[in-house]
């Protein structure tokens, strides 16, 4: 069953801090694998979007990782803000067409 | 406007009433999709239309829910005889097309609230 999985569930961070996602998948086949932020009450926003041949992708502070082969990636984000607060979701595209699998999301509290 | 539009924003409705949510794309983008999502949760597949034809609706949860296309922009997610489980947020996303590597582009949901 094509699953996406992320940790932690939810992570409090002091502004100005790092922090790291993660994102486990079992999705077969794979295109790419994207990272949204979502805002509460507001829909998604594409960070990311990587394919198999890409291993890492930044946006400003944002940088996002993936290994293929373990099936895993990662989102970094670096000297965090209080903007940074939301809920983080990785997505895998199996395919073309519809078939996006998302994941549960992170949510990030930064705080000052 | 330059983002994906839905409408309308809130909608609190009775058990067993019927209600339609809307979703305006944008300009040019094909693919549409619509989304439901429970706090906590990520969003989960309904619908998906390229142009007017709905080419997967295999997320519909039962007969209650139907989307249209008609002219393939503006889409409506039309839910008969309401439950208190169908209060979610409906997204609607838009892409320039389906193939991998386009971005989707959400509105900021309707929530859906029945009591």
């Known amino acids: 069953k094509n699953q996406v999985e992320q940790s932690p569930q939810s992570l409090i961070i002091l502004e100005g801090k790092n922090c790291t996602l993660q994102c486990n998948y079992t999705v077969s086949p794979f295109s790419n694998l994207r990272w949204y932020k979502q805002d509460t009450g507001r829909g998604p926003v594409s960070l990311t979007i990587m394919t198999f041949s890409e291993n890492t992708k930044s946006n400003g502070r944002y940088t996002a990782t993936l290994d293929a082969d373990t099936k895993q990636s990662s989102l970094h984000i670096t000297a965090s803000q209080l903007s940074d607060s939301a809920s983080y979701i990785c997505?895998?595209?199996?395919?073309?067409?519809?078939?996006?699998?998302f994941g549960p999301g992170t949510r990030l509290s930064v705080l000052p | 406007g330059a983002g994906v539009s839905q409408t309308p924003s809130n909608k609190v409705t009775e058990k067993g009433k019927y209600v339609e949510l809307r979703c305006d794309p944008i300009s040019g983008h094909t693919a549409l999709y619509w989304y439901r999502q429970s706090l906590g949760q990520g969003p989960e597949f309904l619908i998906y239309?390229?142009?007017?034809?709905?080419?997967?609706d295999s997320g519909l949860p039962n007969d209650r829910f139907f989307a249209v296309r008609p002219e393939g922009s503006v889409s409506t997610l039309k839910i008969q005889r309401t439950e208190r489980g169908d209060s979610a947020v409906y997204l609607c996303?838009?892409?320039?097309?389906?193939?991998?590597?386009?971005?989707?582009?959400f509105g900021n949901g309707t929530r859906l609230t029945v009591t």
């Open positions: 996303a838009s892409s320039l097309m389906s193939s991998y590597n386009s971005p989707l582009h």
């Open positions: 997505v895998v595209q199996s395919g073309k067409g519809q078939n996006f699998v």
């Open positions: 239309f390229q142009g007017t034809g709905a080419a997967d």
